[in-house]
Structures are given as C-alpha cells and as structure tokens.
C-alpha cells in the first residue's frame, strides 16, 4: 500500500493520576486496508489504548501519528472528524430512534429535514457491505447482533477510515458473528482499516493481516498474522511464568462429599444444559470470556434467573428456583457489580452484611438485635481486614477492594454451603485480591463448596482446584487445575483447537 | 465558627423540625406584633395537628410506599371512596363493620396498584394517575354525583364519637395519627421488616440476590398506603356526617409534599415518618397562619409550592455522600446562621 501507514503510535504512554501505568511505551502501525488484531489477557492496556483513540483520553507520553501528521485529540468529535470510529462493547445507541437515525445521530446538520436523501445514503451504504435492516425498525426491538451492525454503519456513515472494534463478536451467537466477520473482510476490502480487539484467537487470526498483543501496558508482540499461530499468540498473552502454587492449598484430592449437584441446568438463549457437581472443599473454577454465559450460569444455580429450567441439588435435597429459597438452603452468591448488585448504599455497613441473614440477628425473626448486627460487623472487620470507620460507616466511602470484602462477609453471616462467586477479584487492587483468595482457600478448607468466576485465567489455574471452561453459554471443557496452565485455559475458552482430550465428554 | 454538629442535628437531618419550628415562631411573632394574641396557645397549636392529621396519616403510608421506590397518587381518590363506603353502609349494618369494609375496598385497591406496578409492570406514576381519576369518577358514579348523609342518628352519633371525641385535651385524629406513625416508625427502625424496605428501595437487585421478596415488600407498601387512606376517608366522613364526591379532591399532593419536606427521597431507600408528620405539620401551620393573619387563600398556593422547592433544594445539595463534597452550609447549625454566611 502507500508508504505512509494511515495510524502510527509511537512510545506511546498513559500514566494515571492514582499512579497507574496503564501503557508503557506502546508502538503500533496500522495500514490503510489492512484488518489489525490486538490481544492482551484483562488490563494489559487494551481499553486504555482505545479510549486514547477514540479521544476520550489524551496519553501522557509518547505520539500519535494519523496520515503521517502527528495529532492530539482531547475529545471524541475530533477524532470522529478526523476519520476514527469506535465501536464500543456497549454500543450507545439511542433504542427508541429507528435505525435511520441512529446511523446519523452523530452527523451534523438537521436530518429531520432531509430524511429521504438520508434513507437513500443509508440504503447505499446498506448494498456496500451486502447486509438489509428495517432503516425504520425502532433500534430497541432488534436483536443484539443487527445492533451491532447498526454502530458498523454508524461507523461507515461518519466514512471513517479507521474502525475500532472493541469485542464485536463478543455477545455474539455464530451466525450474527459469521455476518460481523464479512463486513469486515468488506472494509477492509474497500481501503478502511480495522483495529480488531477481540479474546477469539481464531477469530483474530482468521481476519486479521498483522497482529500487536499487549501484556501489562507494552507491545510484546508485533508480527504478520501469517507467522503466528494460536501457541504462539497464546504464549505471547500469557508471558510471564505461571503462579501456580500462589493461593493453593496442597493438593485438594475431590475427597470431601458431594455439596451440590446442578443437572441440565439450562436458560434459553442464555445457557446451554450444564451439568456439574462441586464437593465440600473444593474449589470449582469457571473460565470463559466476556459474553461467555459465565455470570448467567451463577444466575442461574442461584435461581435468580427465572426462565432457567433444570435441576439444582444441594446435598441431595432439590432447591427451589428462586433466590430466597437458595438463600434459606445455603447458597450464596456474590455478584459480579458490587454496586449495582451486592450493596446498599442507604444502608451503613453493619446493615449491607446482616441484610441476606438478617432472620438470624433477629428475635423471633422479627425485632433486630442491634447489638448482634454490630458485633457481626466488628468482627467481619476484624477477620477481613476491611478498612473502614466502622460498623456504622456508609458503605458508598468504601474502596473497591473493601466493597467487595463487604459483598463476600455478607454470606458469612449464615450458613453458606455453596458460594458463588463471580468475579470476586476484578478492579481490585493487588492486596485486596490476595487477601480474598486466601479467603476463598480458608472457607474452601472448613468446608465450603465454591464456584469461582474468573476472567483472569492465571489467578484461575493458581487457585482453583479443577476448571470448567465455558464458550457461548456452555461448558466445552474441564481440566484439573494441575495438569493445566493459564496458556492452555487461553486455548479454550478462545474457542482454538483443543491441546488433548478433555477429562470429561464435551457438553451440549 | 468551626464546631462540629452531630449528623442528626444538621440542616439535612433535621431541617425539617427548625423549619417548623421557625414558621410557628414567626408567626408567633407576627401575631403579637398585631395583637392578636393567643397564635401559641394551646388551643391553636392541637388545632393545628388536628387538622394536619389526615394528611400526616396518609403521609406515613406514602412515606413507606417512596421508601421502596414506588409512587401512589391515587390517595385522595381511595380516600373519598372509602368515605363513600363508609356514609353509604352505616346505616345498614353499622359503624364498625362499615369501618372494616371500607379500609377492605381501600386496601383493595392498593393491592390493585401494587400488583399492576410489580406483576403486570406498569410504572407506579401511570398506574396511581389512572387509579386516582377512575375512583373519583367511580365515587361520581356511586353516589351519582350527589353529596352522601348519614341518615340514622344512631349512625351519626357512632360516627362523631370515632371523630370528634377527645382524650384529654387530644381530638381522637390526633392520637389515631400518632399512634399509626409510631407503628410505622418502630417498624421500619427496629425490626427486619422495615430493614428489609429500606433495602428494597435502596438496590432492588441487591435485595433479590439477598433472597428478599422485592415484589412482596412493594406491594405491601402500596396496600398499607391504600389502608391508611382508606381510614383518612372515614375520619373524614365521620367529621361530617356527610361527603361531597369532590371531597379532598388534590389532597395526594399535600401528601406527598409533605413527604418531599420531610426529606423522603423520590428514588427509594431513605425517608422518615417522623419527618413527614413535621412536613405535613409545616403545610398546615402555613394554612392556619394565613387563616389567623386574614392573608386570604391566594397566596397559599404560591407561599407553600416555595417552601416545597425550596426544602427539596437544601435536601438535593446536601446529598454530597463523601464528608469533602458536602457544602459547609450543611454542616452549621441553624438557617440563620446560613444565611450569615451566605451574606443573604
């Protein structure tokens, strides 16, 4: 192609205010017609570089190069104007404009008054990359696939010669991904480039022309796809040697008797059939990516997803569906969003860890001890390190790390034979997240069953005592976490092909 | 001046109670300043929560209906049906059992509002916009549009001993008032039940996920408020003897108003009862000031809609969660003394 490349970043940094070193000296190239793929395992810098993109961050070193001119964007119109579109994980679309509307929202000019011309740009544009849409279906009532093409046209009406991509297949069924892969074979096709972020290995390498991974804020790997292969690319994501041995206790021997039983447990178009069991003592890994059906499948065990059908047995006595019969048998789960799912804000401390138990601070389940809820606060506290003013503190002043103690000491209030947790560990800082794997291994120990929720895979292979890996809402694989490595995990949750036989059949 | 004040006597936590206590000062002063002596007396001032105490019983409800996150306009409508039920049904079969069959119809319908707002899931403003006007016309439709008497003396006498009777110096609406605010008030402070509203309306999710009954404890709070408006409606009939089918006709904004000045959030999870009784109690010391000054109905309106906002405005910029966002001006100890800050 021409010599200049259309986006070159070079030395490229971005420190943040609180001290973290998100980028540390990035350089990347992308060509004109060319599809790029970028990888990394969760906070190797990846958002942070497309947030730097897309202008709703500036780097605080290093240089942007756009057509060869050097450029420093401090918002998203500019770098909307000058040819970059974004296409975020969530797309912000606005669901009660049409579809028409949406792919214009960001244009200026009136578009109520020239709606005709519009359609007919819109119908070109449609013919171009060879997919039809209702231009007039209201956007909330498409499926989350034709939403996804919706930004994609958003992102060719702003003719951009850049399209970012920031997990587009993610939540994706095959066949909406299938389409997703042609239009972008067709832009590139046409000259645009695309930067393609993606956890599907075999994705990346069947789209893409070059490949930069990310491991902890730098450029580790830079090369042609056409040299690379899934071990490699895998290897390059993972890098630094394995933790094996961090978190976990000697050898955990699946000897403690069988706490739950989950039989064909399943939620249409959420999560195929699974069916597992997890023993007293052990600790049950689940890895997977983003729109994996990770969360779905806690969601599920735990009844709080109310169109799942199958079985959950708790030491042979069947749960109710629901999440206050789960509770009242001994099931406990620890959302994901501690915010949105696990805390109170209204509520002080003492409050937010008593609220799942609260019957047993309680006399005759009705007039509260209010002397019992704070000793119960004190010595959470005391037992998991929670910084915090005290009992009575509001629980909105908490850090991340301390929040998410709060969210876990709450089912230590009763008790909790099965605990699932789901991603107990993210956007935390490094103390905490030990603090809360030594946790999980010390209730592993008394006897606790725990499914554990991950989307860091060596934390995974460290701490867990056997893995379930799941893809596109079903569990494809199981491994014992010793005879496996975070590389290995990579593999397949990525979808590539598989190293050697599962240890058990594959399900659904 | 630097001095610390504890939380639950700051301009947040109990504005409320100085605003009230400003008000009667005030137009204590502008009383006496008239010579028209006897604003504090005790007569006045039971006068005066008297008249509050419809309002302030309905409040209560209402306060525990915005507790969970929901809404109920529907009040004042439910109200004067159960007031209709009441006047309608004494003369055959009685006082008490009239009562119970009307806080029956009352309570039925917020069961109504609460399962069309949690199991059908309509919003609570559409839902209690709809129930509000199709009971008033229903309570058009009964009594044909006619004002309702009681036609028995035996009735009537029942009914004014329920109402006007006094034990001491307390008209019995006072203490029924009272009593149901300290019901609630313990309820929600001290026992799981109340926790557990407060957490419903403070993160549903949370709640769920916590094996709690969101849909139960919301619906509960919409029929509680039915109850209590469905007993203002017979208090109301029993003070007359008689109702007009356009009775109390725009009370649930008085309702709710008093809620929003006692601090009660729009958006779930906090409020008190305590200080919706002050916020109703503010409404009507206003009303009776302006009564006792021959200020004339006019400025009502204009007076009370400022209080409300203005009220929602100190609440609003003192919701800083973290100690460094809040204002200073919170954190002193009285309005004069913000006001001398502030140099207005």
Known sequence: ????????????????????????????????GTVHGLLGANGAGKSTLIRILSGATRATAGRILWRGERVSWSR???????GIATLHQQIPLVGTLSVLENVFLAQPGGWRHDARALAVRLRRLMTSIGYELDMNAPVAALPIGERQMVGILQALAAEASLIVMDEPTASLAAGERRLV????????????????????????????????????????????????????????????????TDARAAANEPGGHKVAEIIGLESPGRLAPCSFEVRAGEVLGI??????????????????????????????????????????????????????????????????????????????????????????????????GIRTAGAGAPVSELSGGNAQKVSIARWLCGPTRLLLLDEPTAGIDIGARAQILALMRELAAGGVAIV?????????????????IMREGAIVAERHARETDEAELVLLASGAARGRPDVRAEAG | MRTEVPRWLGLREAGVYYALLLIILALAAVCAALGRPGYLSAVNLINIVYQASP?????????????????????????????????????????????LLALAVAGAVGLLNGVMVQLVGINAFIVTLGTLTAIRGLVLVVTGGRSLMVQTPAALTAMTHFESGRTGPFPHPILYMAAFTLLVWLVLHFTTVGRRTYAVGGNAEAARLCGISVNGYRIGAFVLSGLAAGFAGVLYASR??????????????????????????????????????????????????????????????????????????????????????????????????VCHKTRC
Do not use: C
Not at chain 1, 76 to 82: E, I, L, N
Not at chain 1, 211 to 230: H, N, Q, Y
Not at chain 2, 267 to 276: D, E, H
């Open chain 1, 76 to 82: 998203p119109a500019q770098a909307r104007a000058a």
């Open chain 1, 452 to 468: 554990w929720v991950s989307s860091d895979l060596a934390e995974l292979a460290a701490a867990a005592d056997r893995i379930l």
């Open chain 2, 240 to 337: 007359f003897g008689a109702m007009n089918p356009t009775a109390l006709q725009g009370e649930e904004l008085t309702v709710i108003a008093a809620a929003i000045l006692g601090g009660t959030s729009l958006f779930g999870g906090a409020g008190s009862v305590l200080k919706t009784v002050a916020g109703a109690l503010v409404l009507y010391t206003l009303t009776n000031g302006f009564n006792i000054l021959n200020l004339g109905a006019n400025f009502q309106g204009l007076i009370e809609g400022t209080v409300l906002i203005a009220a929602a405005a100190i609440y609003t910029l003192g919701r800083g969660s973290a100690p460094r966002r809040t204002p200073t001006i919170i954190r002193v100890e009285s309005p004069e003394a």
């Open chain 1, 287 to 384: 890895a997977g990516f983003l729109g994996s059906g990770r969360s779905e499948l806690l969601h599920a065990v735990f009844g709080a997803d109310r169109s799942a059908r199958g079985e959950v047995r708790l030491q042979g006595r069947r749960v109710r569906r629901s999440p206050r019969a789960a509770v009242a048998a001994g099931i406990a789960l620890v959302p994901e969003d501690r915010q949105k799912q696990a805390l109170v804000p209204e509520l002080p401390l003492a409050g937010n860890l008593t609220l799942a138990h609260l019957g047993r601070f309680a006399r005759w389940g009705l007039f509260l001890r209010a002397g019992a809820e704070t000793g119960a606060a004190v010595r959470a506290i005391a037992r998991l």
């Open chain 1, 181 to 244: 892969h042609r239009t972008i074979r067709r832009l590139a096709g046409e000259g645009r480039a695309v930067l393609l972020v993606s956890h599907f290995l075999d994705e990346v390498l069947a789209l893409t022309g070059e490949i930069t991974v990310l491991r902890d804020g730098a450029a580790v790997l830079s090369s042609a796809t056409a040299a690379l292969d899934e071990p490699a690319l895998a290897a390059a994501i993972v890098g630094r040697p394995l933790r094996r």
């Open chain 2, 55 to 99: 309002v302030a019983l309905m409040g209560v409800a209402m306060t525990v209906v915005l507790i969970t996150g929901n809404f109920d306009l529907s009040v004042a409508s439910v109200a004067a049906l159960a007031a209709a039920v009441q006047i309608g049904a004494v003369d055959a079969v009685g006082f008490w059992p009239a009562l």
């Open chain 1, 1 to 32: 192609m021409s010599a200049r490349p259309l986006l070159q970043l070079e030395r490229l940094e971005m420190v943040y205010p609180n001290g973290t070193a998100a980028l540390r000296g990035v350089d990347l190239t992308v060509r004109h």
